[in-house]
């Protein structure tokens, strides 16, 4: 079983940055695509970022593109995800997915099999 957390958010004001972090237990993580996702009160959990095992491949939502890196260190067993110039908009709760058999379309949801418990970002002057 392979337990995932994030930490890193907060509150910060536009225009400013974060860098959210996600750790997980068990050597195994380095193998896994891993990917964040966010979702608003109300609203379905969508897409931000995703990266693979080996941190040479990513993908990004449309929205962030330009302003978030995605990031991992296999040997810390962490992935990053760097938000730049954030927006109000951007305020919601941010997670962490792990992806332990890859093959499917990692913008999706259905793919992953293990989850963090979220953390908050909040983007308010």
């Known amino acids: 079983q392979v337990q995932v957390e994030e930490s890193g958010g907060g509150l910060v004001q536009p225009g400013d940055s974060l860098r959210l972090s996600c750790v997980a237990s068990?050597?195994?993580?380095?193998?896994?695509?891993t990917g964040w996702f966010r979702q608003a009160p109300g609203k379905e959990r969508e897409f931000v970022a995703h990266?693979?095992?080996?941190?040479?491949?990513?993908d990004y939502a449309d929205s962030v593109k330009g302003r978030f890196t995605i990031s991992r260190d296999n040997a810390e067993n962490v992935v990053h995800l760097r938000m730049n110039s954030l927006r109000a908009e951007n305020t919601t709760d941010y997670y962490c997915?792990?992806?332990?058999w890859g093959g499917g379309d990692l913008t999706q949801t259905s793919p992953y099999e293990y989850w963090g418990q979220g953390t908050q970002v909040t983007v308010s002057s």
């Open positions: 997915a792990a992806d332990a």
């Open positions: 068990g050597s195994t993580f380095s193998r896994y695509s």
């Open positions: 990266i693979s095992w080996s941190g040479a491949s990513t």
